[in-house]
């Protein structure tokens, strides 16, 4: 009675389900400094909307982060927002960038990392803890479409405009 939501029926190993969802928590809040830094640094002619787009997603990985540190309450864990360490339990790296378009290749790296990892959570999770693969899936489908917004941008950057 007194472990909540966590039943008999519980089939996943829910100490290592909150140390990976740590991990996914790290990850997350690593995107949202970096997203921010580069929201802040962002210069140049086309530095507004590449901006907004930076700001965007900082604060949808917040909104995931926030997910993830629920979830783990929800299973009786404690969320680790402490920021020693933050960088080596996360998925993806802190890397400023020296330009916008340094700015948007890291992100698009650190996406598609995130990508790769939240995919093999959800098929590691499988029917053991369908609530956190379902957290997973969320946020995995909007980091998804982080990637492809970053990938325009840098299509974006690569168009000439013809001569005439």
Not at 32 to 53: F, I
Not at 69 to 81: C, S, V, Y
Not at 119 to 144: N, S, Y
Request: aromatic share 6%.
């Amino acid at each position: 009675m007194g472990r909540g939501p966590i039943t008999e029926a519980y089939g996943a190993d829910r100490e290592r389900v909150i140390a990976v969802l740590n991990e996914v928590l790290a990850t997350e809040l690593v995107c949202v400094l970096r997203y921010k830094r580069h929201y802040y640094t962002a210069q140049g002619l086309d530095a507004g909307p590449v901006a907004a787009e930076f700001l965007q997603h900082a604060n949808e990985e917040m909104q995931h982060a926030d997910l993830v540190a629920k979830r783990i309450m929800e299973l009786q864990g404690a969320p680790d927002f402490n920021p020693e360490g933050l960088a080596t339990r996360s998925h993806s790296e802190y890397i400023e960038g020296n330009s916008l378009t340094d700015m948007v290749k890291e992100d698009l790296v650190a996406e598609r990392i995130a990508i790769a990892s939240y995919q093999e959570i959800v098929r590691w999770l499988g029917d053991g803890d369908p609530t956190t693969q379902d957290v997973i899936k969320t946020i995995l489908a909007v980091e998804e479409e982080h990637a492809d917004d970053l990938l325009n941008l840098l299509d974006g950057a690569d168009r000439t405009i013809p001569s005439r």
